[in-house]
């Protein structure tokens, strides 16, 4: 039960506060209560002091007399010595001569530890009776001798334990508060936590929409961590629209032609004859090279969605890439009598060399599908200062109003002036390549005729 207790993160801020607040207070406490006898010390040496200044002048003449032999009590009780022991007896007092040798003492100082070595003025303490702490100041009258003042420290010290008993209660009072307001203030503190323990606990993929909503202040770590929070549950919505809209559209997208090859296979068991046979096999080959082409596709635009891309980067020359391309698809702009035409300088930009050509590729195939024959692609290299551009331009159709906002969707498919034997891939493919390179790619709309496709990539 404690473990779990004081397990929680709660409960550990409640600790730490509460041991931050005892230590500090205790040394507080301490410190006071130091400086407190200090000056309590200080006080009762002052005042020891002045006694022993007052007394100076008339036992400097006890001691002038007992020089010349008169005894020191005579001289003592005179009229002048009872008048200074009535006003300043507030201690006990000794007269030593210049021998160490006692000559009047009371009170305590009756007890006290013998002089034994010359001394001016100086401050020491006994204890008497085990019990009682006696504080001294001796004070050297010239030659003479020494006059010495003490008294009972312990009344100070009295005090001094009241100090400390307050002091502890202050402590103890200083600790409950502590621990009262240090309960509130970790709830207080750890509220955006625990939104964020629930939100994460009620999120479920079909249901992403739910949010932390913690409003504190902007500079606060915890109002960062709840919009971090809220941002990520955003991109996980957006992700999995996306793929619940991909697992739709790649469904559909393959259910036709697997749909058709096994119509078309059980047409041909109904069939006798060896033409029915090879219509059927022809059908079925181009049925079959349209799900491979698919599912190629596919795969390729799930590796430009992974992380794994970044495995594969590299230092690329964007000039090899696209003379790369040039030359692959120069067959297909001859077989619908296109030319293309390049103009591309040498730029290194950072990326995986193969899906960047399947990238471009993809950008240029679309260009030479829509370009009426006798046509030329144009495709041109513009180096900026921390981006190179790869612009293809075509005479085609164009692009309506509708198809340019979709026309990077995956599997859309546009009117039927820009559409063939399309998958609705290829332009999605592009996008995702170039978004995972850093770049961009983006359609202009033109005055006449035509489209032009810009992808754009971070120099290297």
Request: hydrophobic fraction near 45%; proline fraction near 3%.
């Amino acid at each position: 039960m404690l473990a779990r207790l004081f397990g929680s993160l709660r409960s550990r801020l409640l600790v730490l506060l509460v041991i931050t607040v005892f230590l500090a207070t205790a040394l507080a406490g301490t410190f006071s209560v130091l400086t407190l006898r200090h000056e309590a010390e200080k006080s009762f040496d002052e005042k020891l002091q002045y006694e022993a200044y007052e007394l100076s002048s008339f036992a400097r003449k006890v001691l002038l007399a007992a020089r010349d032999n008169v005894p020191p009590e005579e001289a003592w009780e005179s009229l002048a010595g009872h008048k200074i022991l009535e006003e300043s007896l507030e201690h006990d007092i000794r007269l030593l001569d210049a021998g160490f040798n006692a000559l009047l003492a009371s009170g305590s100082m009756q007890s006290a530890p013998p002089l034994r070595e010359p001394r001016s003025m100086t401050f020491q303490s006994y204890i008497q009776d085990y019990t009682t702490e006696i504080r001294i100041f001796t004070f050297a009258i010239d030659d003479l001798g020494y006059v010495q003042v003490g008294n009972n420290f312990d009344i100070f010290a009295d005090m001094l334990s009241d100090d400390v008993l307050i002091a502890g209660w202050g402590i103890a009072l200083a600790t409950l508060l502590a621990m009262l307001i240090g309960w509130w203030w970790a709830g207080t503190i750890l509220m955006p936590v625990q939104l964020l323990t629930k939100a994460a606990a009620a999120a479920e993929l079909k249901d992403l929409n739910k949010r932390i909503q913690y409003h504190g202040s902007a500079g606060d770590e915890l109002h960062e961590l709840a919009q971090t929070f809220d941002r990520m549950l955003d991109r996980l919505a957006t992700s999995a629209q996306k793929l619940r809209q991909f697992t739709s559209d790649a469904s559909h997208e393959l259910r036709t032609p697997i749909t058709a090859l096994r119509l078309a296979i059980d047409v041909a068991l109904h069939e006798k004859s060896k033409a029915s046979y090879a219509s059927t096999l022809v059908h079925a080959k181009t049925e079959l090279t349209q799900l491979s082409t698919l599912i190629e596709r596919l795969l390729l635009l799930a590796r430009a969605d992974s992380s794994a891309l970044q495995e594969h980067m590299q230092a690329v020359d964007l000039q090899t890439i696209i003379q790369h391309v040039e030359h692959t698809l120069m067959p297909v702009a001859a077989d619908k009598h296109v030319h293309i035409q390049t103009k591309a300088p040498s730029v290194i930009v950072r990326g995986d060399p193969e899906l960047l050509q399947q990238a471009i590729a993809n950008v240029v195939q679309n260009a030479i599908q829509h370009a009426p024959q006798k046509s030329t692609v144009h495709i041109a290299l513009q180096i900026h200062k921390k981006r190179a551009d790869v612009t293809v331009t075509d005479s085609g159709p164009g692009i309506s109003q509708t198809d340019h906002k979709k026309i990077f969707d995956r599997f859309y498919r546009r009117d039927s002036s820009r559409t063939g034997s399309s998958t609705g891939l290829g332009l999605a493919i592009t996008n995702e390549i170039i978004h995972a390179h850093g770049g961009s790619v983006r359609v202009q709309r033109t005055a006449s005729k035509g489209a032009v496709f810009s992808v754009s990539l971070p120099r290297s």
